[in-house]
């Protein structure tokens, strides 16, 4: 008996030094990752001695990616038998080294827990080595930027992206102007100072997730893969990274202790469901768009596709104009009252009017999407809040105009400004009006982006006593879910319903339904575009009492509101 156990105990001990001669580490390791044993030499690769790891699992011992790569294994060792071939790294004090881990399962007396056998073999020489490859084969190694090849294949995976989802992507093609010139007369190496100078400014145009890549010579291509899922938004977002990258490019260089002037021309293709393309074909576009910016005079962009390239420039015209515009003052408010029970007067929407020099009076309907794609919305928007904010305190000052309230419009981009709840505050304290006089007007296609950062600037809003109305209700992404969760005050029945609420029965059930949504929300419910007695008839029976449109009153200028207010209020029976 003392002979056997002898012989057990050697035996093991052959087993175990022969184990400790092999180089990888090996574990035995349970299905939840505890270990049993561990041959000798683990003790950096664990943070630990080996024989502190005994009893302890494998999340409580290695980072938690490491650790999941382990536990991954052992599950599928569980039920395959084995596994093989998972790497992961870990950062030890002699710095990161990688590990291929392989585990098979042991034979177990039947009834037994499972257990593993794992070995992880360091394979960071192979994977610097791996990676260095991947550098000199997908990297330019003068700008370090990725390659032709590179960027080939992340167009490739952007094109199917694109194809899934619903937004655009946009490749911009960039050549220096007369860069042959420089290589020529100051050489190669000033060239080379040149080059790597514009790949930094590129990459400080655009956003981590974007490409900046060189193909080969002075060409540059920047790829960004979602510029927005409107062609409004694609053309307004392309553009405004290219007109970034014209102005970067075209500021003086340092090239070695000399002062160099360089510009770009930026040939611009969108990519997408509607744009098609295959990776060839979007270069291409890229590419006849940059002749044609060279063709136009250097120094500036081009988009591919005519029609966008004629959208661009009428954009840039309106923006100027609205930009001078604003500087000349003609810009105005008008005010369109809005009526509860016995039409009296509760308020007024603030509605922006244009009056151009030469075209004359432009509707909203018009500037407002254009400049809603850049930015002179944010700075018109504001002064909208301050004329209207001035209003409100004037009126605060007259007693039969003190208790009305005012609705202003509000867009997309600017709700979406990280500091529009400081401007909305900061422009009420400046103008002394009460915030509580104020409803902000949002439409409901805010509401598919970024909902929490809505709900969260609302409550601050509202939380000083900012209200809020959901204008065009019904037109939109109407979904109860979210409904409940903002604070609103208001729905707005869109004027498309009331317009044919007597002649479409369809119409008339949904103002029906919305009127009841409303009030069982909590809400108030405004009925907009009333032109007939009979529609204003259907929705006060149905339980909406607060109306505005043309039956009551148009837009008016702040004097013939002022009026109206004063005529309206002299005529109503008291009480
Ligand atoms: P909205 O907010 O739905 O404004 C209501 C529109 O319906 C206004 O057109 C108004 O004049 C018109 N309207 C009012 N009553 C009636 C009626 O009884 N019948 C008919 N057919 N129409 C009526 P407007 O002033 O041309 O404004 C068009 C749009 O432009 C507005 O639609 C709003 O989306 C936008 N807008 C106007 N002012 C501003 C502003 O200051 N900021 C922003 N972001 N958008 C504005
Ligand atoms: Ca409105
Ligand atoms: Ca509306």
Request: proline fraction near 4%.
């Amino acid at each position: 008996m003392v002979q056997r156990t002898a012989e057990i105990l050697a035996s093991q001990n052959q087993l175990k030094s022969t184990l400790d001669a092999i180089r990888d580490p090996i574990f035995e390791l349970g299905l939840d990752g505890r270990y049993y044993q561990c041959s000798a030499n683990v003790d950096d690769l664990l943070f630990q001695p080996g024989g502190a790891l005994i009893g302890k699992t494998v999340p409580e011992v290695l980072p938690e990616a490491a650790a999941q790569v382990v536990m991954d294994a052992l599950r599928t060792a569980n039920l395959e038998g084995h596994s093989q071939g998972r790497e992961y790294a870990l950062e030890l004090a002699r710095g990161v080294r990688w590990f291929e881990l392989s585990v098979a399962r042991k034979a177990v007396d039947g009834g037994c827990e499972p257990r593993f056998v794992a070995m992880s073999r360091d394979i960071t020489e192979r994977k610097t080595a791996e990676q260095e490859i991947r550098r000199l084969a997908f990297y330019d190694p003068l700008t370090e930027l990725p390659n032709r090849r590179l960027l080939q294949d992340r167009l490739e995976h952007a094109l199917t992206a694109t194809a899934r989802s619903h937004h655009q992507g946009a490749l911009l093609l960039i050549d220096l102007d007369n860069f042959k010139a420089l290589n020529d007369t100051v050489g190669h190496d000033k060239g080379d100072i040149l080059l790597q100078q514009v790949a930094r400014r590129l990459l400080s145009c655009v956003r981590e997730c974007d490409t900046v890549a060189r193909l080969g010579g002075d060409e540059f291509v920047v790829m960004i893969d979602d510029v927005g899922s409107t062609p409004a938004d694609a053309i307004g977002h392309a553009q405004t990274v290219a007109e970034k990258i014209v102005t970067l490019l075209g500021q003086p260089y340092d090239i070695a202790g000399h002062e160099h002037r360089s510009s770009s021309s930026v040939g611009v293709a969108l990519f997408g469901v509607d744009t098609g393309g295959t990776v060839e074909e979007t270069f291409k576009r890229s590419d006849v768009a940059m002749y044609q910016a060279k063709a136009a005079g250097r120094n500036t962009l081009r988009f591919f596709d005519p029609a966008m390239q004629a959208a661009v420039e009428a954009r840039a015209a309106l923006e100027v104009d609205v930009r001078q515009g604003m500087a000349n003052n003609e810009f105005q408010l008008h005010y369109q009252p809005q009526v509860g029970p016995g039409n009296r007067v509760i308020g007024a929407e603030a509605l922006l009017r244009w009056t151009h020099p030469r075209h004359g009076a432009v509707p909203p309907g018009e500037f407002i999407p254009v400049a809603e794609q850049s930015g002179p919305i944010l700075q018109l928007g504001q002064w909208v809040l301050e004329t209207a904010f001035a209003q409100l305190a004037v009126w605060a000052a007259d007693p039969s105009a003190a208790a009305l309230t005012v609705a202003v419009n509000v867009s997309v981009h600017q709700f979406r400004q990280p500091d529009f709840v400081d401007q909305v505050l900061s422009a009420l304290r400046g103008s002394g009006a009460d915030a509580h006089r104020l409803k902000l007007e949002l439409t409901e296609s805010m509401f598919a982006f970024d909902l929490e950062d809505i709900i969260i600037k609302m409550a601050a809003l509202k939380a000083q006593g900012v209200g809020f109305s959901l204008d065009d209700f019904g037109t939109g992404y109407s979904s109860l879910s979210y409904l409940k969760r903002l604070p609103l005050d208001q729905l707005k029945i869109d004027q498309s319903f009331v317009h044919d609420v007597l002649t479409d029965a369809n119409d008339a059930s949904i103002v029906r339904i919305i009127i009841t949504l409303g009030h069982s929300l909590g809400l108030d419910v405004i009925a907009e575009g009333v032109e007939t007695i009979g529609q204003r008839q259907f929705l006060s029976t149905h339980g909406c009492e607060l109306c505005q449109g043309y039956l009551i009153s148009r837009p008016l200028p702040i004097a013939a509101f002022n009026a109206f207010l004063q005529a309206h209020t002299a005529g109503q029976a008291p009480g």
